[in-house]
């Protein structure tokens, strides 16, 4: 990896897909109080418009377009609008993310397909669309992508989620390794128990044609029942996220947002490690 330049990321532009609400808007007011202009990119019109017109109205660049991460024409519209109102783009955060609960045999064919391509294809399509532009620019650029701490410390009922999860991490690796050379960043974030309003929004953006969402509580609980997550560990996005920005300027591949899930990721690299030793021992 080249040494990346540490110079200030004032005047520098931020694009961050799902920036609407919870973690994406948590993002988008992170960049825009270093400094930055920033774009932010929701299906939910309304609701990108009125965090770009709340981060501009205390002097902030900001602007917003609605995208469909699902629809690739969506996403190229959506970085052109960037290119148009801000000229520029230095960091990608590909934040979207739906959840889709059920155990594996209720999970259908359609909701894998609709949470793999969003979550997914909606990163892919966001880095074809704006890597160009990144690419264009020189200094501090950085793509980061929102995993899960579900790929550290796999649950029930979530079987599409968290495959979904392991691609973007696997894209995010892929990248860091393809663009460390060109001086371009890549980091992983994987958040735990955030108070977001993610359940109801992916209720909401799910296409009607795949036929209807369905948010069984027993599910959530399933889920909650076997993850090490108590009430006290559910923060808000800006806590989670609090030394972020820290993390992008020096490069960090990976970013944590809670501790709770360590003992579990834990026992994941002690059985790698046990792996290996049965190869090499036997
Ligand atoms: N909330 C948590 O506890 C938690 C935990 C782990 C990971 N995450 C991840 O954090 C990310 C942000 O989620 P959040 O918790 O802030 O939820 P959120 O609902 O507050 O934000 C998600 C945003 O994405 C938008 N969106 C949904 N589908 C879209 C599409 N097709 N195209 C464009 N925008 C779309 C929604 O309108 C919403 O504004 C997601 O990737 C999620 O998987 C969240």
Same mark, same amino acid.
């Given at each position: 990896m080249s040494e990346l330049p540490t110079e200030t990321l004032e005047g520098r532009v931020a694009v961050v897909t799902g920036g609407g609400a919870g973690l994406g808007e948590a993002l988008a007011r992170m960049f825009a109080g270093a400094g930055m202009a920033v774009a932010v990119l929701d299906i939910d019109e309304e609701a990108a418009a009125a965090v770009a017109k709340s981060i501009a109205s205390v002097g902030a660049s900001a602007t917003s377009v609605p995208v469909d991460v699902g629809n690739s024409e969506s996403? %190229?519209?959506?970085?052109?609008?960037?290119? *148009?109102? /801000?000229g520029a783009c230095h960091v990608l955060c590909s934040n979207v993310g739906v959840q889709q609960f059920g155990t594996f045999e209720r999970l259908t064919e359609q909701d894998w397909s609709w949470v793999l391509d969003v979550n997914v294809m909606g990163a892919v399509r966001s880095v074809r669309a704006f890597l160009p532009m990144i690419r264009a620019e020189s200094g501090f650029r950085h793509l980061l992508f929102t995993a899960s701490s579900s790929v550290l410390a796999p649950s029930v009922r979530m079987a599409c989620y968290q495959t979904s999860k392991f691609a973007v991490l696997g894209l995010a690796e892929s990248l860091r390794e393809e663009l460390g050379s060109e001086g371009i960043g890549v980091t992983t974030l994987f958040p735990a128990a955030m108070l977001t309003g993610h359940l109801d929004s992916s209720v909401r953006a799910r296409p009607v044609s795949l036929g209807e969402? @369905? /948010? !069984?509580? %027993?599910?959530? !609980? *399933?889920? /909650?029942?076997?993850? &090490?997550?108590? &009430? !006290?560990?559910v923060t808000s996005p800006e806590h989670a996220i609090r030394n972020l920005l820290a993390d992008l300027k020096n490069d960090e591949p990976y970013v944590m947002t809670h501790g709770?899930? @360590?003992?579990?990721?834990?026992? @994941? @690299?002690? %059985?790698? !490690? *046990? %792996?290996?030793?049965r190869m090499e021992n036997s």
């Open positions: 996403v %190229a519209a959506a970085a052109e609008h960037v290119r *148009a109102t /801000l969402s @369905r /948010l !069984d509580q %027993a599910d959530v !609980d *399933a889920m /909650l029942a076997h993850q &090490p997550i108590g &009430p !006290d560990d709770s899930h @360590r003992s579990i990721y834990e026992q @994941r @690299r002690v %059985a790698m !490690d *046990a %792996a290996f030793d």
